[in-house]
Nanobody, 120 residues
């Protein structure tokens, strides 16, 4: 059974930090590219950061550049999102996503989401 379980969300003051974790099970984590998305109330889900299967390549959406860091530990089947200098506009539900494409078939999985609230 495929599972992606996010943790580490919560309430933080502006300027603070949080680290999200996403623990994966039920599939071969090391061959999947992993991403973090977020969805704020009334808005569409948007990509925050992406990391390749071996961790050698990362990409960030503009709002995350310079403040957020995505990383992974394939031995632990876990992907992380370190978020620093948080702003109220970072408030959203954060989702991790796993993606693998092989011979024309896409395997794509989502976690249940973790709430991040940035407020004083």
């Amino acid at each position: 059974q495929v599972q992606l379980i996010e943790s580490g969300g919560g309430l933080v003051q502006p300027g603070g930090s949080l680290r999200l974790s996403c623990a994966a099970s039920g599939f071969t984590f090391s061959v999947y590219a992993m991403s973090w998305y977020r969805q704020a109330p009334g808005k569409e889900r948007e990509l925050v950061a992406h990391i390749s299967s071996n961790g050698g390549s990362t990409n960030y959406a503009d709002p995350a550049k310079g403040r957020f860091t995505i990383s992974r530990d394939n031995a632990k089947s876990t992907v992380y999102l370190q978020m620093n200098s948080l702003k109220p506009e970072d408030t959203a539900v954060y989702y991790c996503n796993a993606d693998y494409r092989y011979r024309g078939i896409t395997y794509n999985y989502w976690g249940q989401g973790a709430q991040v609230t940035v407020s004083s």
